[in-house]
């Protein structure tokens, strides 16, 4: 079992930066496979980016590559999302989910979901 709290969302304005943290419960956090989705009102849940355990190898979702980045500290069982150049558009509630292997785009291929944290990027 794994449980996943996000932090660091608030409200920003367009150009700023943002980090976001998902901690994680579990002695094996290191070979997880994590990801980033996030959903907006009226939206379905979105990917946003992945990151493989073992070798990190990393996915971005073509809206966000070049601006968001993800990276994963395995001595904090913790997964960070760092986006930068934030546009309105990024204004979601964003989510951190796991899975032993997969990190790709589909929602339904993750075990464990956060409950997510707010990002509102105002003009």
């Known amino acids: 079992q794994v449980q996943l709290v996000e932090s660091g969302g608030g409200l920003v304005q367009a150009g700023d930066s943002l980090r976001l943290s998902c901690a994680a419960s579990?002695?094996?956090?290191?070979?997880?496979?994590m990801a980033w989705f996030r959903q907006a009102p009226g939206k379905e849940r979105e990917f946003v980016g992945g990151?493989?355990?073992?070798?990190?190898?990393?996915l971005y979702a073509r809206s966000v590559k070049g601006r968001f980045t993800i990276s994963r500290d395995n001595a904090k069982s913790t997964v960070y999302l760092q986006m930068n150049n934030l546009k309105l558009e990024d204004t979601a509630v964003y989510y951190c989910?796991?899975?032993?292997?997969?990190?790709?785009?589909?929602?339904?291929?993750?075990?464990?979901w956060g409950q997510g944290t707010q990002v509102t990027v105002s003009s």
């Open positions: 579990g002695r094996t956090f290191s070979i997880y496979a």
């Open positions: 990151m493989s355990g073992i070798d990190t190898n990393t």
């Open positions: 989910a796991a899975h032993r292997d997969y990190y790709g785009r589909n929602a339904g291929g993750y075990d464990y």
